[in-house]
């Protein structure tokens, strides 16, 4: 049997709309379990009813949301037999684009002085470490969807597949870290976002493949 005839078997055994059922289950399973450790074991930052008023509190879940939205979307596409990046790609662009202006706005805004001292900010080691841990969850429920799409490339899949746990995780974490400067979220969201997409492609290329 060729290649394409078996991809064409296996999309067929694995049509589109239940393929969408069974991820947006796995998405709302990772949501609870990420939701119930980050309230039992982190919580809400001290000052949250303050932050909110903040911009730039708020801008980080812009980005972390919009790099979950992106991320499951695309994921729908990479997760099939015969899907690939050619068309939803471009999608996973919409967050560091966002973050690229955010931290133009930052740079204009802040003295020049405060910028090394926004950029380290003071919760690096947590942030490098939560956001994995809350991933997690999420990712264990991607990767279990993803075993019912059968992907033609499972390592892509499971990057994918990492980017949208640790948008997912990284929106949680947002809520208790107390480093709002788009110039932390551009250095150390991203570190731990990628920590968690190598780890997802390394695992996805061995549970997922068929």
Same mark, same amino acid.
């Given at each position: ?60 879940? /812009? %980005?972390? /949301? ?25 999608? %996973?662009?919409?967050?560091?684009? %966002? ?57 892509? *899949? ?6 949208? *746990? ?16 788009? %110039? ?27």
């Amino acid at each position: 049997m060729q290649t394409d005839d078996l991809i064409e078997l296996l999309a067929k055994d694995s049509p589109p709309w239940r393929f969408r059922s069974v991820l947006a289950w796995a998405v709302a399973g990772g949501i609870v379990i990420a939701a119930i450790l980050f309230f039992v074991a982190i919580g809400f930052r001290s000052d949250i009813s303050e932050a909110v008023k903040s911009g730039r509190f708020l801008f980080k879940f /812009v %980005l972390t /949301v919009s790099l979950t939205v992106t991320a499951i979307w695309v994921t729908l596409s990479v997760g099939r037999p015969d899907g690939g990046l050619a068309r939803r790609g471009l999608a %996973l662009w919409v967050a560091p684009v %966002l973050l690229a202006c955010g931290v133009a706005v930052e740079l204009l805004v802040l003295p020049e002085r405060q910028w090394m001292l926004s950029l380290v900010g003071q919760n690096a080691r947590f942030c490098l470490t939560l956001i994995p841990l809350l991933s997690i969850g999420p990712l264990a429920c991607l990767l279990i969807a993803l075993r019912a799409g059968a992907p033609s490339n499972p390592g892509l *899949a499971g990057a994918v597949a990492g980017l949208a *746990a640790s948008g997912i995780a990284a929106t949680y974490y947002a809520a208790n870290c107390t480093d709002d400067s788009a %110039l932390f979220v551009m250095t150390w969201y991203p570190i731990a976002i990628l920590i968690v997409t190598t780890a997802s492609y390394l695992v996805g290329r061995k549970l997922l493949r068929w």
